[in-house]
T-cell receptor
Framework: DTAVSQTPKYLVTQMGNDKSIKCEQN?????MYWYKQDSKKFLKIMFS???????INETVPNRFSPKSPDKAHLNLHINSLELGDSAVYFC?????????????????FGPGTRLLVL | AQSVTQPDIHITVSEGASLELRCNYS??????LFWYVQSPGQGLQLLLK??????LVQGIKGFEAEFKRSQSSFNLRKPSVHWSDAAEYFC???????????????FGQGTILTVHP
């Protein structure tokens, strides 16, 4: 069974559209994250949620809105997609009661969602 | 703010040869340090991490890394590379408690490892 899964795996869409990426983890973890990996392979954290509460919110356009319906799910909704949003988006999870102990808790990553905006 | 530099974008080694991937970081104190590996089409897998104590850290798949404070480095090594080690490797630094960077991981741009038979 996949520990951290993401859907879809590939997403090709037009500029201006609204799209969502879903993430689910079956590890029983309480903290989940979204990362963006750009074309130069730089991986940057976007958000982290702990027990459905937003903990980390990096400098991300407000077109990006994470939603955590429960501890096992963290979805990412993107409004008015732009060309620069093209990237690979990774979801991750960890068992981290504080939601901020990135240094102490191993993060488990999903396979990524490859988003291409045309 | 912390930063991570991986000077080598692409490294090619022969199977059975030794490997060293370089990582330099910038941070005001002793950071948390990590190495992750990403196979094609896959997510990132943690190889090893350093928090404190012994500066030589052992990880999975026969990898090790050494923290050198004086050089601000955390290089990854393996004595004998296997073809299955071909992947992309990312070094990352995590800020310790305090400050606006607390709780965030900063990644380097990655080093692609190619293994020749």
């Amino acid at each position: 069974d996949t520990a951290v899964s993401q859907t879809p795996k590939y997403l090709v869409t037009q500029m201006g559209n609204d799209k969502s990426i879903k993430c689910e983890q079956n590890l029983g973890h309480d903290t989940m994250y979204w990362y963006k990996q750009d074309s130069k392979k730089f991986l940057k954290i976007m958000f982290s949620y702990n027990n459905k509460e937003l903990i980390i919110n990096e400098t991300v356009p407000n077109r990006f809105s994470p939603k955590s319906p429960d501890k096992a799910h963290l979805n990412l909704h993107i409004n008015s997609l732009e060309l620069g949003d093209s990237a690979v988006y990774f979801c991750a999870s960890s068992q981290d009661p504080s939601g901020r102990s990135l240094g102490m808790k191993t993060q488990y990553f999903g396979p990524g969602t490859r988003l291409l905006v045309l | 703010a912390q930063s991570v530099t991986q000077p080598d974008i692409h490294i090619t080694v022969s199977e059975g040869a030794s490997l060293e991937l370089r990582c330099n970081y910038s941070y005001g104190a002793t950071p948390y340090l990590f190495w992750y590996v990403q196979s094609p089409g896959q997510g990132l897998q943690l190889l090893l991490k350093y928090f404190s104590g012994d500066t030589l850290v052992q990880g999975i798949k026969g990898f090790e890394a050494e923290f050198k404070r004086s050089q601000s480095s955390f290089n990854l090594r393996k004595p004998s590379v296997h073809w299955s080690d071909a992947a992309e490797y990312f070094c990352a630094v995590g800020a310790r408690a305090g400050g606006t960077s607390y709780g965030k991981l900063t990644f380097g741009q990655g080093t692609i490892l190619t293994v020749h038979p």
